[in-house]
Structures are given as C-alpha cells and as structure tokens.
Nanobody
Framework: QVQLVESGGGLVQAGGSLRLSCVVSGRTGSVYRMAWFRQTPGKEREFVAAIPWSGGRTDYSEAMRARFTISRDNAKNTVSLQMNSLIPEDTAIYYC??????????????????WGQGTQVTVSS
C-alpha cells in the first residue's frame, strides 16, 4: 500500500502563488508515476500534471503548463506543485495520485492506483 498526504492549500488572491506538497509513504518502491488532479463540485476530476517518480519527462494540462510546475524530491518522498499566477478558475480540491503502471503518462484518473484526501485551493478575484 501507498499513502499520500497533501498539504499547502488555502485562500489566495488572483495573481498569487501557492505550493502544494504530497508526502508519499508505504511501498514507495512500487510507484512509477505521480500526478496532481483537481476537481470542482459537479465536474469530473481533471488532470493537472504528472512526473515519473524516478524523474524524467513531465506532462501538464495545456491550460496550466505555463503557470504550474510539478517536481519531486525522492530523498523526502515528496511531490510538489508550484502554482503561479492563480486565477479564480483554479479554485478546486487538488489531489495527489500515484500510479504503479510503467508506461506513457496517462491523464485518466482511473489509471491511478492511490489517492490522497485532497487539499482545498480557493482563489479570490
């Protein structure tokens, strides 16, 4: 089993920045890829960004590529999401996810095996 715990969410004004963190524990050796998703009420979970646990090519939603940066620190078993130039449309619950499957980056939530509890990000106008 793998446990994921997110932190760093909060309330920020439009144009501001937040840094989300996800601490990974348990059988981290089984993790191949980490990702961030987000979800708003009544909508499906939306892919934000992904990164292989061992490093390498990252992938982003086109809508967030220029403003968000995903990174990982294997020594601290942490994956982070730096979010800059936030806009009210970024308001959502942000989830950290882990995938055990080796292969191309996938943006489908169903492909991920483990999920954190989520952290709320609210951007005021």
């Amino acid at each position: 089993q793998v446990q994921l715990v997110e932190s760093g969410g909060g309330l920020v004004q439009a144009g501001g920045s937040l840094r989300l963190s996800c601490v990974v524990s348990g059988r981290t050796g089984s993790v191949y890829r980490m990702a961030w998703f987000r979800q708003t009420p009544g909508k499906e979970r939306e892919f934000v960004a992904a990164i292989p646990w061992s490093g390498g090519r990252t992938d982003y939603s086109e809508a967030m590529r220029a403003r968000f940066t995903i990174s990982r620190d294997n020594a601290k078993n942490t994956v982070s999401l730096q979010m800059n130039s936030l806009i009210p449309e970024d308001t959502a619950i942000y989830y950290c996810a882990a995938d055990r499957t080796i292969g191309m980056i996938t943006t489908r939530p169903a492909a991920y095996d483990y999920w954190g509890q989520g952290t709320q990000v609210t951007v005021s106008s």
